[in-house]
């Protein structure tokens, strides 16, 4: 096992191994379900239980998904359909989409409002679909809903700050749980400020982390565009130097080095959780987090982060690419 995390009288890789598995255990992941095509068997790939999200891009089909969720759920998995606020038209065809997933077993949802600039509906965000009643009708009990770190542009922070007040008191009334599920950043920066931010306003609120497994700086920025004008390419503007870094390879190791160090020194009572954005390749992500998680890591000599010792390929072609969209 190849590990210097923290040699003498040099700079501190941000964590250690029981850290960083600390920080991995219940991963969870999202794929496509034309890329979920592809793949041959998610047992071979996932521990049993792992939450699988499932977006739900422009375009999609609610088929589409909820076969991608029935699938998951018959191979072990726990499905995690994405609902999308301004993709629906009215309160009937909601309950129809909640019907359908609750008859596959599906209990847990992400909702997001949703990148189109105008709904579709009556539904502008999740907060309305709250209002419905209509999941706990249906008899879902985990609901999570998206985090932002690095802000959002058509909301203040005190906006972001009331809705999440708005979810806390319907989840408490309810006796569900809620939690949030964060956008990647190319920088620990943002996240461990928003992170130590819920962590104080919202103690019993579950986090999971987003971030993108090993990937090409092409495979980011296709993603990127795929997002249209969301937080990814916004990032890529503010820190226009990051392109240069990235264009060799991108992993995640310095922001899950600096997260681990972060949970080590606060162990906060509700532990943050890591998310995977697999689109440089869905098996790829999942052995290069195995390959971390097993200690097979040594120190990057040219930066603060780590290497993996054994991972696929730049040059590897995935069977799950995925390309997917929070």
């Known amino acids: 096992m190849a590990v210097d995390l923290m040699p003498d009288g040099g700079p501190a890789l941000a964590g250690d191994v029981d850290g960083l ?4 255990a219940d991963l969870s992941i999202e794929v496509m379900p034309h890329a979920a095509a592809r793949i041959d068997s998610f047992a071979d790939l996932l521990p049993p239980g792992t939450r699988v999200f499932i977006p739900y891009p422009p375009g999609s089909e609610p088929a589409e998904q909820e076969s991608l969720a029935s699938r998951l759920s018959n191979e072990g998995m726990v499905p995690v359909p994405h609902l999308v606020a301004r993709s629906l038209t009215d309160r009937d065809v909601l309950s129809e989409r909640l019907e359908r ?29 709250l209002d419905t009643g209509l999941l706990e009708h249906w008899g879902f009990d985990r609901l ?7 802000g959002l542009p ?15 008191d319907y989840a408490r009334s309810r006796q569900i749980r809620i939690g949030l599920v964060t956008q990647f950043a190319f920088s620990s ?52 130097w990051e392109v240069t870094r990235l264009a060799r390879h991108w992993t995640p190791a310095e922001i899950l080095g600096d997260l681990a160090a972060h949970v080590a020194e ?19 992500s999942v052995q290069w987090f195995d390959a971390v998680r097993q200690g097979r890591i040594q120190r990057d000599p040219e930066g603060n982060g780590f290497t993996v010792t054994s991972a696929p390929s730049d040059n590897s072609v995935d069977p799950g690419s995925n390309l997917g969209r929070h």
Do not use: M
């Open 144 to 150: 999570r809903f998206a985090g932002h770190p690095e």
């Open 21 to 24: 598995r600390t920080l991995l």
């Open 189 to 240: 920066v943002p996240i461990l400020s928003w992170l130590r931010y819920v962590e104080e306003a919202a103690p019993e609120v579950d986090i999971r982390i987003g971030v993108p497994g090993p990937s090409s700086v092409r495979a980011l920025l296709s993603f990127a565009l795929q997002c249209g004008v969301g937080n990814s390419v916004r990032a890529l503007r503010r820190r226009p």
């Open 266 to 284: 606060v162990r906060p009572a509700n532990r943050p959780r890591i998310h995977i954005f697999s689109f440089g390749g869905f098996q790829r």
């Open 101 to 129: 997933l609750a008859g596959l077993g599906v209990r847990e949802l992400l909702l997001i409002a949703g990148d189109v600039p105008r709904p579709h509906g009556r539904f502008a965000s999740t907060v309305d679909i």
């Open 154 to 168: 058509t909301a203040t922070p005190e906006a972001v700050t009331q809705a999440l007040a708005v979810k806390r």
